[in-house]
């Protein structure tokens, strides 16, 4: 069964910072790209940040959020993160990571529940 779950979401001040993890389980965490996107209230999901499955391959950042956050992944753990710093209220919404299949078979691709970032003071 896959599944992805979030955490390290919360209520922060503006310029403050929050990592979020994503725990990723049954699939081959190393052949999948994976990426964290957004949806504010009355918006549209975006993409915030990816990073493919391949050795090498810059990662990929929405220009709202250049500089300030960090995607990384810990295939022994398979676990993707986003490191967010100097946040914005802006920036507030539900944070979802999803994997995307790369390499050979398994499920295409697979969304997490979702985690609530909220900045303000």
């Known amino acids: 069964q896959v599944q992805l779950v979030e955490s390290g979401g919360g209520l922060v001040q503006p310029g403050g910072s929050l990592r979020l993890s994503c725990v990723a389980s049954?699939?081959?965490?190393?052949?999948?790209?994976m990426s964290w996107y957004r949806q504010a209230p009355g918006m549209e999901r975006e993409l915030v940040a990816g990073?493919?499955?391949?050795?090498?391959?810059?990662?990929r950042y929405a220009d709202s959020v250049k500089g300030r956050f960090t995607i990384s992944r810990d295939n022994a753990k398979s676990t993707v993160y986003l490191q967010m710093n100097s946040l914005k209220p802006e920036d507030t919404a539900v944070y979802y990571c999803?994997?995307?299949?790369?390499?050979?078979?398994?499920?295409?691709?697979?969304w997490g529940q979702g985690t609530q970032v909220t900045v303000s003071s």
């Open positions: 999803k994997a995307d299949r790369q390499i050979g078979l398994g499920p295409t691709s697979s």
């Open positions: 049954g699939f081959i965490f190393s052949r999948y790209a």
């Open positions: 990073l493919s499955s391949f050795l090498g391959i810059e990662p």
